[in-house]
């Protein structure tokens, strides 16, 4: 549920919106040191210009020869030509050949598009912060779509295949100034949308809008409207309680993956302490704080505090997506257990996705 690969489904649609034919691979199933994951995505045009990557450049060259051939034959405009496996590294030679790392084998699904209905319909329903699971026949080339759950993973079992698109991460920054737009520019790289609230007016024209969106208003009312979900973190900076500890209100109430505020142990403990006599906030909400906000990573600098903020966030996201993998996959043993009593192999699964749960969290 890469939002990156939302980007790949945009340049798909818009190509073909153009006139041109288009093909999308996707990244099914993948053995050794693969570069990309499960549900990675390349869109490929008809002449040769590509969106995305499933190998980091490995069969990038061999994949655009074999979509510009199927294109070329015109099948796909006419609406006759079927999604394929493609399967490459299936040996040392092979996997050589083609520059996979470490003897890997990836397993793809390539396929010539024909409407794109669906993907106006995934961009629009993960623009609203809602999960899809997209569904593709390989034997008619039919797409389905329907909503999707937390921790939910691709599925394929060589007839069809079921991958997942999800909104993209937003990260919410309370304050305008200099620490904040290192944060932003970061966080900017790591595909983050960026949102700032700060309703002093003297830091209004600190950020590029190209890549910043300010969100005008006080900050409680800012972060109530926004409905944080759980794909949003929200990160308080101003060091003004009047404008912090409002928004903080708010952000610990709601779903956001990530709370974190600027300041020292002892002004945390101070926040804690109004939050909780003057706002009635419990103490698991308040334990959703992460304050000090970021790594101890002994930053001094605005940069490098960002690095320290934003590091935290990504290791806090990560462990909650590894937490919300191994409670579908309990839920769906449970679920298969209750039918059929047939645990045995999954629960080893189970036990090696726990372990790796733990890896992240610590």
Same mark, same amino acid.
């Given at each position: 549920?890469?939002?990156?690969?939302?980007?790949?489904?945009?340049?798909? =649609?818009?190509?073909?919106?153009?006139?041109?034919?288009?093909?999308?691979?996707?990244?099914? @199933?993948?053995?050794?040191?693969?570069?990309?994951?499960?549900?990675?995505?390349?869109?490929?045009?008809?002449?040769?210009?590509?969106?995305?990557?499933?190998?980091?450049?490995?069969?990038?060259?061999?994949?655009?020869?074999?979509?510009?051939?199927?294109?070329?034959?015109?099948?796909?405009?006419?609406?006759?030509?079927?999604?394929?496996?493609?399967?490459?590294?299936?040996? @040392?030679?092979?996997?050589?050949?083609?520059?996979?790392?470490?003897?890997?084998?990836?397993?793809?699904?390539? +396929?010539?598009? @024909?409407?794109?209905?669906?993907?106006?319909?995934?961009?629009?329903?993960?623009?609203?912060?809602?999960?899809?699971?997209?569904?593709?026949? =390989?034997?008619?080339?039919?797409?389905?779509?329907?909503?999707? =759950?937390?921790?939910?993973?691709?599925?394929?079992?060589?007839?069809?295949?079921?991958?997942?698109?999800?909104?993209?991460?937003?990260?919410?920054?309370?304050?305008?100034?200099?620490?904040? &737009?290192?944060?932003? &520019?970061?966080?900017?790289? !790591?595909?983050?949308?960026?949102?700032?609230?700060?309703?002093?007016?003297?830091?209004?024209?600190?950020?590029?809008?190209?890549?910043?969106?300010?969100?005008?208003?006080?900050?409680?009312?800012?972060?109530?409207?926004?409905?944080?979900?759980?794909?949003?973190?929200?990160?308080?900076?101003?060091?003004?309680?009047?404008?912090?500890?409002?928004?903080?209100? +708010?952000? $610990?109430?709601?779903?956001?993956?990530?709370?974190?505020? !600027?300041?020292?142990?002892?002004?945390?403990?101070?926040?804690? &302490?109004?939050?909780?006599?003057?706002?009635?906030?419990?103490?698991?909400?308040?334990?959703?704080?992460?304050?000090?906000?970021?790594?101890?990573?002994?930053?001094?600098?605005? #940069?490098?505090?960002?690095?320290?903020?934003?590091?935290?966030?990504? @290791?806090?996201?990560? #462990?909650?997506? =590894?937490?919300?993998?191994?409670?579908?996959?309990?839920?769906?043993?449970?679920?298969?257990?209750?039918?059929?009593?047939?645990?045995?192999?999954?629960?080893?699964?189970?036990?090696? $996705?726990?372990?790796?749960?733990?890896?992240?969290?610590?």
């Amino acid at each position: 549920m890469d939002s990156l690969d939302l980007r790949v489904l945009a340049d798909a =649609l818009a190509w073909k919106r153009a006139g041109h034919a288009v093909s999308l691979v996707t990244v099914v @199933q993948t053995w050794g040191s693969a570069p990309r994951p499960p549900g990675a995505l390349l869109a490929v045009r008809g002449d040769g210009q590509v969106s995305g990557s499933v190998s980091g450049g490995c069969v990038e060259d061999d994949l655009i020869t074999r979509a510009k051939a199927a294109l070329a034959t015109g099948a796909a405009v006419v609406g006759t030509a079927r999604p394929e496996l493609i399967v490459y590294g299936v040996n @040392q030679d092979e996997a050589a050949r083609f520059g996979l790392p470490c003897g890997g084998t990836l397993r793809l699904v390539h +396929e010539p598009l @024909q409407s794109v209905d669906w993907i106006e319909d995934v961009l629009a329903r993960t623009a609203a912060h809602q999960l899809v699971a997209r569904t593709l026949d =390989l034997t008619t080339g039919e797409v389905t779509l329907a909503p999707a =759950l937390r921790g939910q993973e691709l599925v394929f079992d060589g007839r069809q295949l079921t991958t997942l698109f999800g909104p993209r991460w937003r990260l919410l920054l309370i304050g305008a100034g200099q620490l904040s &737009q290192a944060v932003a &520019q970061m966080a900017a790289l !790591l595909d983050f949308e960026v949102l700032v609230c700060d309703p002093r007016e003297e830091y209004a024209g600190h950020f590029d809008g190209a890549t910043v969106q300010r969100l005008r208003g006080m900050p409680d009312d800012v972060v109530r409207e926004l409905m944080p979900d759980a794909h949003t973190a929200i990160v308080a900076l101003t060091h003004d309680p009047k404008l912090d500890d409002m928004a903080l209100l +708010e952000a $610990l109430k709601s779903a956001a993956f990530y709370v974190g505020a !600027l300041g020292s142990r002892r002004n945390q403990g101070a926040r804690k &302490q109004r939050l909780a006599e003057h706002f009635d906030l419990s103490a698991e909400e308040l334990a959703r704080l992460h304050g000090p906000v970021g790594l101890d990573l002994g930053a001094r600098t605005p #940069a490098e505090i960002a690095v320290s903020i934003l590091a935290e966030i990504v @290791q806090v996201r990560n #462990a909650a997506y =590894l937490r919300a993998r191994r409670e579908a996959a309990i839920a769906s043993v449970a679920s298969e257990a209750a039918s059929d009593n047939t645990v045995t192999d999954r629960a080893s699964s189970l036990s090696g $996705l726990a372990a790796s749960t733990c890896a992240v969290e610590r």
